[in-house]
Nanobody
C-alpha cells in the first residue's frame, strides 16, 4: 500500500489549506482513512477519520467545526479541508489507512509520509 500526502504549506492564521492523500495498492473504498498530526516534541495525535461508509466521520475536539474530512472513492483519495487555521495547528500531517475508523495510531496499518503545515501568527 502506498499513501501519498500533499497540500501542506505556509499559511497565515485564519487561512485555509486542503490536504490530499492518494492511495494505491488496496481497495480504497473498503478501508477507513484517518488524518493525524505531529508537532515537534509532541506525540502524534488524531485529527479526523472517515469510515469506508461515505458520510460517517468524526473529529478531534480541537478541530471540530474548522476541519472537514472527505473521501472520493473514484479517485482513491481522502481530503482534509482546514479552515480558520491557528498557529497551534502547525504540525506534520499524516494520512493513514485501516480496517475501521479509529482515533488511535494503533488502529491504522498503513501511513503516508507526511506533509508539513505551518500556520504563522
Amino acid at each position: 500500500v502506498q499513501l501519498q500526502a500533499s497540500g501542506g504549506g505556509l499559511v497565515q492564521a485564519g487561512g485555509s489549506l486542503r490536504l490530499s492523500c492518494a492511495a494505491s495498492g488496496r481497495t480504497f473504498s473498503s478501508y477507513a482513512m484517518g488524518w493525524f498530526r505531529q508537532a515537534p516534541g509532541k506525540e502524534r495525535e488524531f485529527v479526523a477519520a472517515t469510515s469506508w461508509i461515505i458520510g460517517r466521520t468524526f473529529y478531534a475536539d480541537s478541530v471540530k467545526g474548522r476541519f472537514t474530512i472527505s473521501r472520493d472513492n473514484a479517485k482513491n483519495t481522502v481530503y482534509l479541508q482546514m479552515n480558520s487555521l491557528k498557529p497551534e495547528d502547525t504540525a506534520v500531517y499524516y494520512c493513514a489507512m485501516g480496517a475501521v475508523e479509529s482515533d488511535s495510531v494503533s488502529g491504522y496499518n498503513y501511513w503516508g509520509q507526511g506533509t508539513q503545515v505551518t500556520v504563522s501568527s
